[in-house]
Structure formats: structure tokens, C-alpha cells
């Protein structure tokens, strides 16, 4: 009998782990657990879907020949609900059980719901599966007045999808601006401008008190100014929770998601961590970092999955990734690559309205966010690969065309 593996989540990290662990252990046994009733789709494209731009079978990336193809057992409609790491068992909602030699965890996150009363009420939505993006195109088309609550970058999703079905639009923000920990004010207002040609309004300094209902429907926003916006729908995206309470009564140690380090492995042997749900040691940033974005969740899964197949003399291989997420909703881009988190930034608009932020921490570049023109992007984000010191040259990364001699 081969290796046993088990996967928890086929989305893109678990499913690729799933692809590179066949490719290097042919004879391994693999199973995929899934809650989803679907095999991996494009979660990233499920924002097209919700527009009208994409339909539903466009999404799907593995039909079910693609498991029988690599020998992969997909249990989908299947809930982890304990790991019991000492007997080396996943436990599952229907009383399923599967023993595994290895493990991987790539669970994802949960959209959060807002603490306010009625925030459970009919015709408010969060935004995360490919039947959350089908009931939200329908009811974006159906909306007269929506409200859109999370400044971020799949609140903005939102914001476009329920704008261009036309819905009356309004977009509720705590802060000065879109994207707060991303871009300045200067930067906001071309994403503004974007925003305002799908019919979206942009409130600032608000927050949602309470939604008021009739009949258990949405019917109005309550906001701090004490202002209301009625609205027969609202979308939220306030952040994620990570999937880990099944982890709950094991040793694998916890932060915000499943702490790894640099090969994704957890704390307890033999158990690793892959996509959105891993808190992992990253070696371009020398510090802790969690993504959240389908490049780092499909890149920690191959690497995962290759680890797994390792044996105890083979080195392992490092997750080093610099990190890229784009916004294509307008006619200009937004693209963030690396991180955003440092202890310093500087920005510039340039004359033609183009906007670009480059941050520092302890005087290295670790992240830059452009917003129109993105040509840029790529070799900055080479930059930030290099880890160099870049005390008293910041401004250099401002340069309108990046000096390519800096990538030597
Ligand atoms: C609308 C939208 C737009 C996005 N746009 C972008 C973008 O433009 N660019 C970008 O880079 N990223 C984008 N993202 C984020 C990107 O999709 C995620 O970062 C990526 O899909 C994470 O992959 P993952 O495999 O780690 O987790 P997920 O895709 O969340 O997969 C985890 C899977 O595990 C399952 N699961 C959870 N708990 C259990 C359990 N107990 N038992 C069994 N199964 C379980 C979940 O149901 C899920 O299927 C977007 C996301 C959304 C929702």
C-alpha cells in the first residue's frame, strides 16, 4: 500500500498539492475532503460571473474525469469536523473517517458577517462560493438600492457588481478613503472615479449601526452619522475567518490562521498548511505573513504538495514567493504586489493621474500598489525579490520608468 495523503479543501491550493503530490509519488493513495458540492473552480472569477461577463460552466477548472484521470478520491458535500493528529485521523460531519500518513490543511477563510443587528436579515449577502457569485448576480439585477459595506479589495467587487446591474449604489466607508492600508487619498480617487462610471456612490466616514427590516428584509442601512440608506439588498466584505475550528483539541498551534513555517509545515509532524489559512514564515519579508490571493495559494500548495512526498533525508523546498493581486473592473488597473504592511511608504501621483506606492520595512522594499499605469510592477516586484537595502534611494522606486541597472 502507497503513502496515505489527505487534503482538506479543493480549492486552488488543495487541488494543485493534490496534482504535484501525484506527479511525484505515483503510487500514493490521495483523498480530497471537501465541503463544497463542486470540485475547484476559479474562485477569482466568480466576480465575473456575479456581472453577467462569465458564465458558470466557464469557472469550472476540474470535472470529476480529472480525479478518476489521477486517482484522486474526492469526497465533496464532506465537513471535517475533528483532526485527531495522535491516531492521524480526519474525522468528518457524516461520520466518514480517513487515516492519513500526511496531511494538508487549505481550508480558506469564511467572509465574516457584520456585528450589527439584523445583519442576518434576507437580501444581505457575503460573498466567497460559485452559488454565493449565481445568488448575487440575480439579486443585483433585482436590487433598486444596494449598500456595500468593506473597503477593500472584494468589497470594491461588490460594489461593480451590484453598479453595473444597475442598482442604485452606495458604498459605505469607515475611513477617508478606498483601500486605507493599500493607497492615499490621491490613489483613492482615481479607483472613485472608476467607481462612480458603474453608477456607485462612495460615502465616507460611516458605519453601518444596524439594518432595519420588514418582515425579516432588508429595507434600509442604518450609518453612525445617524443617516439611513435604503436598500432591498447590501453586500459585505469585511475580511475572512479561517477554517481551523476542526483543529480545535489538537497540537497544531494557531494564530490568526495555521501557523507554518517556510515549507509549510505545521507544528505538529507531518501536518502541513497551504493558501488563504496558512500563517507562514516568509523568507523575502523575514517575518510572519498570511496571503490572500490565488498566486500564493496555488504556489504554497505545490510546494506543500511536493514536501509531502519527501522523504525524512530530502531536503525540502522553501516557499518564496512575492506576492501579485490586480483589479481589472475599469479601464485603468490596481495591482498590489508584495505586501503592504512595512514601517514606511512613499507615493506619487504622476502627471497623467497615474498613481504608485512603494513600502518599506527596516529599509528594504517589500511592496508597491500602482493604480492606472502598471508596466512598472514587474520589475519593482524583481526589486523587492532581491531584498536590498534601499535607505536614502526610496524615491528611486518612484521613478516614472524604474532604472533597470537597480535589478543588478
Ligand atoms: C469574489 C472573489 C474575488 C477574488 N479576487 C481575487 C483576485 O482578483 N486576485 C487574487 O489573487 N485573489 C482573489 N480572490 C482570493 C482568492 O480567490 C483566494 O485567495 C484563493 O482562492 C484561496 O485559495 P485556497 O485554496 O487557499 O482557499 P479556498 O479557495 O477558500 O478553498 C478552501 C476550500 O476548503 C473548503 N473547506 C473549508 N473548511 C472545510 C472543512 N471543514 N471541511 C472540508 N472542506 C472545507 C472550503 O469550502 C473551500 O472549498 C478572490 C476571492 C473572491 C471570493
Redesign the pocket.
Known sequence: MGREYVI???????ATAAEEIRENDPSGEITI????PVPLYN??A??DLAKGDKDREDLMMHDREFYEKHDIDLRTN???TEIRDAERRVVCHDGSRYSFDKLLV????TPRRLPVPNSDAEGIHT??TLDDADRLKKVAKDADDAVVIGAGL?GI?QAVIFGKHGANTRYLMRGNRWWRQGISKEGSEVVEKGLAEFGVECIFHEEVEQFDTQEGRVTECVGSSGKTYPCDAAGVAIGLHY?HE?LRGSRVKIGEGILTDEYMRTSVEDIYAA???AQYYDVVLDRVNQN????S?KEQ?AVAGRNMTKDEDEDLEEFELVDT???NHFDFFIMSVGSVLGDKKIDRVYDDGNYRRVIFFRDRPVGAVFVGDVTQAGIIRKIIGQKKDFSGREELLLEEEVDPTLLQ
Open positions: 482538506i479543501g479543493d480549492g486552488i491550493a488543495g475532503v471537501t465541503d463544497e474562485r477569482v466568480t466576480k464532506t465537513r471535517v487549505a481550508s480558506g477563510g460573498f466567497w472584494l467587487d477554517n476542526f493558501g488563504d489559512i490572500g490571493s490565488w498566486a495559494a500548495g493581486y490586480s483589479i
